[in-house]
């Protein structure tokens, strides 16, 4: 387990508490969706309201910029995990200006790919990247909507570490369900600006 830092020794939790408190208004929960037992948190119920989800974007790049460190020298690299880390990476992406890829599901990216096979909690699964988008000079910010159980991002940080010399050097999430204990999987720091407790 990999505890969450800060790179600029800012301390943000009344600036995490003050977005936690204006998003969760405003955030739709499907209880029992996909299946039975789970409460869903609908990161579209954020995108359709225009004022809201540039402010949890401009928050985002605050966590990163605090947490992570400086945008082409802490890390050069955004890689965006299925599905709504294809949300959110290409807009910080194009902040930025610097080079975003994503992180599919098995069988859903052309070309010659890399794989990862990790398991779930009945079964297994596996995601992919394609080769050579990344490489030794690859300092990569892994970006997702929600660390649960961590098993996808785990893999994730595995998969990137296939990637020819490439290097992880954080994760950042919009949501953490600190209970499921998702951190414990990680090799990595994962950032989260709202903590659903």
Do not use: W
Request: net charge negative.
């Amino acid at each position: 387990m990999v505890e969450e830092q800060s790179a600029g020794g800012t301390d943000l939790t009344e600036f995490k508490q003050q977005i936690s408190k204006e998003v969760m208004a405003q955030t739709k929960f499907f209880k029992d969706f996909p299946k039975k037992g789970i409460n869903f948190m609908d990161l579209f119920s954020i995108t359709t309201k225009p004022a809201l989800f540039r402010k949890v974007i401009d928050a985002l790049k605050t966590l990163i910029e605090v947490e992570v460190g400086r945008p082409g020298e802490a890390f050069n690299y955004l890689v965006g995990l299925e599905a709504r880390g294809f949300v959110l990476g290409p807009i910080l992406a194009m902040e930025y200006g610097l080079p975003f890829t994503a992180i599919r599901k098995k069988g859903k990216l052309p070309g010659d790919t890399i794989v990862e096979e990790y398991k779930l909690e009945y079964g297994s699964d596996a995601c992919e990247i394609q080769k050579e988008v990344l490489d030794q000079s690859s300092r990569v910010l892994i970006l997702d909507d929600l660390l649960a159980t961590g098993g996808t991002l785990c893999a994730a940080m595995n998969l990137i570490q296939k990637c020819d010399g490439a290097q992880v050097v954080a994760s950042v999430v919009v949501f953490d369900i600190p209970a499921l204990k998702g951190r414990d999987k990680l090799t990595k720091a994962c950032h989260a600006l709202i903590s659903l407790d």
